[in-house]
């Protein structure tokens, strides 16, 4: 050799011949690894040298080094655990073109179409496994998908096509896990022998040493490991973008509530300014009407929520309407605060709501577009009942729920760059209402593209569905309604199971896509009885009597899951606290934390 070569470097020979000629590739030959204190001649040799060829680390800098080598480990491995998660906007984005789901999942929606014709499936052979992230793929394929995937895969095209007419109930059952589920034939016998019945396994996201939550892994759309969220697919390009296009639809108004929008409901109290029209084709109508902006401040008085104040704003930004209103019944709190009226400012007042009732409808005429944010409260205040509505907590984020909007007051600071409701005698009806009306304007200017990013909506399985157009409910406790539920049409708040099963009765005959969530275990395994066996299988039974009481009330043609396997990570925790951990042990209550089971079955 001319060159001495480093330590560990590649060295072959040259090439030859086969028996036919053909050239062979030298074959390469990894020089051994020197020992400390051994060196090389220029010729290759192997010599004894007096200093170390390679310097001794101290056991300081050693421990550094494999602190940091464990770090790249276990960065590759939180890699490695969200690739799938990754992919589910990928996935997600074919749906509403019918593509059908490859491998398992596909595997999965072929059986759920056998489940639909009635077919007995074979129990014996062991049940698919898929990842959570495609579960819910599954769920927003049949809520979103087309009936052409069947015809793609070549599968059952009519079969995928009476699947999808299903409505879709997902029953979360908390901490129960896949082992208190198949451990005794004493646990959730009722739900154990419904028929037919598809079971099948699903895998939370992790690694061989930490777990993440199935429940979050499920409701969002986790399409990239650092955070990003995830982008909407661009709004279908208008010719012309309108007032009606603004308007609430009679569904959007019966969501929020709005006087006179639920059909058979007695409003003999209230006035109405127009017919209230049968479709929302008549809305188109609207194009032409002009617009006013309404805004009025209330009073708690013995009789509840009280007119205090009402003012009328036009298209030129004028006030039409300016007026304090003397409540009917004594007043408890006049909320200076926010409404800015005070005991002073209504003791010489005569003027009724009768009265501004009567002067309202003299300036407005009958068919006209009202304006207002939260408008429902206003209407309500003044006992009107209007169906021409452009309410800017709905405008200008496509996932506001009833009980999730943006203030009128962030609003006009993103979009306006203005600031409203700074003074500290309460909120000027004529600031806001200006303010209603200039983003409306703002709106019909710039088109559907005006829009403000909400909470991290544009995440969740419930936003997909919203985008479609499609209907979903959620029932559950306060705290996971507001974190996955501001997308829903449907967003009820439920502290018990009973609660739960009770609000869920009512919501799922309105919904394509139903979500609730089951306590009792969790309460059970966070209790100090969590080791009392009969205790258990109590509460086994108790979520059991729930769900099949669920499933009698559900309307033909429902598809529930029920999902076992929101596992209890108590032991998880303990051993990653432990200094000196049994990587072992660990792997293996890891990966019974991250395995859960899910049963389908179809209500005819």
């Not at 491995?77 to 984005?93: N, P, V, W």
């Not at 005006?450 to 029932?475: E, H, M, Y």
Request: charged share 25%; net charge negative.
């Amino acid at each position: 050799m001319e060159e001495a070569l480093s330590e560990g470097e590649i060295v072959s020979d040259e090439g030859s011949e086969n028996e036919t000629g053909e050239s062979l590739e030298p074959a390469p030959v990894k020089k051994p690894r020197l020992d400390p204190g051994v060196g090389e001649t220029s010729d290759g040799s192997v010599l004894p040298k007096t200093a170390p060829a390679l310097k001794h680390q101290s056991p300081k800098r050693k421990k550094k080094s494999k602190l940091r080598k464990s770090e790249q480990k276990r960065s590759k491995e939180r890699q490695s655990h969200d690739s799938g998660c990754r992919d589910s906007s990928r996935i997600t984005a074919g749906l509403a073109t019918g593509k059908f789901l490859p491998g398992k999942s596909g595997e999965i929606m072929k059986r759920l179409v056998q489940l639909s014709e009635g077919e007995v499936l074979d129990a014996s052979s062991a049940p698919p496994t898929i990842k959570t992230i495609l579960f819910q793929s599954i769920i927003l394929n049949l809520v979103l998908g087309s009936s052409s995937a069947g015809t793609r895969s070549g599968g059952d095209a009519e079969g995928m096509e009476r699947l999808r007419e299903n409505r879709v109930v997902v029953v979360w059952m908390s901490l129960v896990s896949a082992n208190i589920f198949a451990s005794s034939d004493r646990h959730f016998k009722k739900m154990k022998s419904l028929h037919p019945c598809f079971r099948f396994n699903i895998q939370h996201p992790g690694s061989p040493r930490f777990v993440k939550l199935g429940l979050e892994a499920f409701m969002m759309n986790m399409d990239s490991e650092d955070g990003e969220k995830a982008t909407l697919p661009p709004a279908a390009p208008a010719a012309e973008f309108t007032r009606a296009d603004c308007l609430l639809s009679l569904k959007e108004l019966l969501n929020n509530e709005y006087p006179g929008s639920e059909e058979g409901k007695d409003i003999s109290e209230f006035t109405r300014l127009t017919e209230w029209p049968r479709a929302d084709s008549s809305l188109s109508e609207a194009g032409s009407f002009p617009l006013f902006a309404l805004d009025c401040e209330m009073v708690e008085t013995e009789a509840g929520d009280e007119l205090a104040k009402v003012s009328l704003v036009d298209e030129a930004l004028d006030c039409v309407y300016d007026s304090l209103v003397q409540p009917s019944s004594p007043v408890v709190d006049y909320r200076t605060k926010f409404s800015g009226i005070s005991k002073d400012k209504l003791t010489d007042i005569t003027t009724t709501l009768t009265d501004v009732q009567q002067a309202i409808r003299k300036i407005l005429p009958s068919k006209c577009i009202l304006i207002g944010h939260s408008l429902e409260n206003d209407l309500r205040a003044l006992k009107l009942a209007h169906p021409y509505v452009i309410d800017t907590s709905c405008l200008f984020t496509p996932f506001a729920s009833p009980l999730s909007k943006p203030s009128l007051r962030m609003l006009a600071k993103k979009l306006l760059d203005a600031d409203i409701q700074t003074a500290s005698d309460g909120h000027d009806s004529i600031e806001d209402a200006s303010t209603c009306m200039k983003l409306v304007q703002l709106k019909l200017k710039q088109g559907p593209k005006c829009t403000v990013p909400w909470n991290d909506s544009t995440k969740s399985i419930l936003a997909d569905i919203a985008f479609q157009n499609r209907s979903s409910g959620i029932v559950d406790k306060q705290g996971v309604a507001n974190l996955f539920g501001r997308a829903a049409t449907h967003c009820c708040i439920a502290d018990t199971d009973n609660a739960v099963i009770k609000v869920a009765k009512t919501v799922i005959p309105k919904c394509d896509f139903t979500f609730l969530q089951l306590h009792a275990m969790e309460s059970f395994l966070k209790s100090a009885q969590r080791d009392d066996k009969e205790k258990l299988l109590e509460v086994a039974d108790a979520l059991d009597s729930h769900v099949m009481d669920l499933v009698e009330h559900c309307p033909s043609k429902t598809l529930v899951f029920v999902v076992c396997g929101s596992n209890d990570i108590t032991e998880v925790k303990q051993l990653q606290q432990q200094r000196w951990t049994d990587f072992g042990k660990l792997k293996e209550v890891v990966m019974v934390a991250r395995t859960g089971q899910v049963l389908a079955f179809i209500v005819n």
